[in-house]
């Protein structure tokens, strides 16, 4: 008896095992036609908080192929209803259903899907705190302080919490598993709250190395253990004095020296926003070795400009353009906004 119900498990969990290999060897095939048909990446980043923008979105497909897009990263963070930690879901978020249903429809249009998760920072959002650090207070790298988040731009985690990272690989799986993903994007731009005086393990600490330890704990999750790709925003790896910029899209809070201790396979997008002659955190970024997706927004001369400027660059590593809309487009007219068409149109 107690033979069989052994037998029955081994053969329910080698079910499972041949059913998940099934379903990477069926994704495996996908994206390596994808890759062979696709040699640059013609991105547009969207927001998608909810079915309804699932559903709008799934409509837009046809017209967004027909504009060349090839590529959809869609930022999702807490808006998903998660069943792993129901407690961090945003109300109303996207569903797997629907996740799994618009995966389906973008692979039909040789569209490939990036699911987005911001971590470390952006953990909150004017007076709005994350559903994480709302139920985990603890995991906050300023307990307690900025009361009704005054005075700072966004909350952060601490890279150190001993039980962070369980939570945040949870809700990554959940959201890669739902959209079937081959990469996953984690973010990780304009943190300003980082080896924090206000936090027991991290005052004093060296903030390249706390960035570099976020990134390279997410890298052996994501990519070594789920051999997904990963992709992650550029700016605290790029040093305002040496690039002379702003505290935005370079940094001035110390993180810069992460860029030498992260792995070289992760994809950089390097966002860059005003029209400008000369961008040099591309070939900074490629001959440090990594491949670099170049990132604009609006206005629309200075998506043109960088979308020149990388062009010319002529570097294998330089996988494409990325286009944000950061909410100035709404989804259903995405496919006819300048920044996107007028720019993607150069990288056919
Ligand atoms: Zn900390």
Known sequence: ?????????????????????????????????????????????????????????????????????????????????????????????????????????????????????????????????????TKHPEFDETPGQFPGNTNIYCRSWCPQHPDINLVVFALIDELAEAFEADAFHVGLDEVFLIASDHCPRCKGGDPAKLFAKAVNDLHRHIVERRKLEMLMWGDRLLDAKAMKGGEWEYAKNGTAGAVNLIPKDIVICDWHYEKQTNYPSVPFLLAKGFRVWPSSWQPLAGAKAFSAFSRDQMNSRLVGFLCTTWGKVSIDAVAEWPPVVEVLADWK
């Not at 033979?3 to 079910?15: D, I, P």
């Not at 040789?110 to 911001?118: A, E, K, Y």
Request: aromatic share 10%; charged share 15%.
């Open 1 to 133: 008896m107690a033979k069989s119900r052994h037998g029955k498990r081994w053969a329910f969990v080698l079910a499972l095992f041949c059913w998940a290999a099934g379903v990477h060897t069926e994704a495996g095939e996908w994206l390596d036609a994808w890759r062979t048909t696709n040699r640059v990446w013609r991105g547009v980043h969207l927001m998608v908080n909810n079915d309804e923008a699932v559903t709008a979105l799934e409509d837009q497909l046809p017209k967004l192929a027909a504009v060349g897009v090839n590529t959809l990263i869609l930022e999702v963070n807490y808006n998903f209803d998660f069943e792993s930690l129901p407690e961090l879901n945003a109300p109303g978020g996207v569903t797997a259903a629907h996740a799994g249903k618009l995966t389906a429809a973008a692979r039909t249009l040789g569209i490939r899907l990036i699911p987005q998760f911001n971590c470390l920072g952006h953990q909150s959002w004017s007076k709005t705190t994350s559903p994480l650090l």
